[in-house]
């Protein structure tokens, strides 16, 4: 573990994990987020280019690049980049789920499509979905194999 991952309390994860802390409860995969794999690999050079981007597309905030973090939401939702995120909060704090497919309200509003956001906030429901149908290790099997093809697609 990097002096940078040790500091952001980052506990080792290699960039892809087995573990299913790299699926959010949301269908988000972790694995193939920038903020999660530049801070899980020590990667400045990479947090700096994401830094200019955040501060490019959204001036009404300041990003310094060694806030370009996030940890994952189960693994330590108080370092994910959303700690006040409805989604967790509704699913996993006050329902007390695995995965929003679990709830009744599913599909709900907190799910919906976001303009601007990156493409893997936008397939969160198709995501879900496909967890529900196929189990999460076999879903985590599948997206390990090429993390990003989703977000390149769309």
Known sequence: MTEQQEQIGIKGFPWISEDKNLIAPCGNFCGACDLYRCAAHGDTEGQERLAEFFNKHFPEYHHEPE??????????????????????????????????????????KKLRPHRGCPPAHNLKVFNLLRIKRMGWQQWLEEAKRDPRELHQRY
């Not at 330590?76 to 929003?100: A, N, Q, R």
């Open 67 to 108: 806030g370009m973090v996030c940890v994952p939401c189960r693994e330590d939702f108080d370092k994910c980049w959303s700690p006040d995120c409805d989604v967790y909060i509704c699913c996993v704090t006050e329902k007390k789920l695995d995965f929003c497919y679990e709830c009744d309200e599913f599909p709900c």
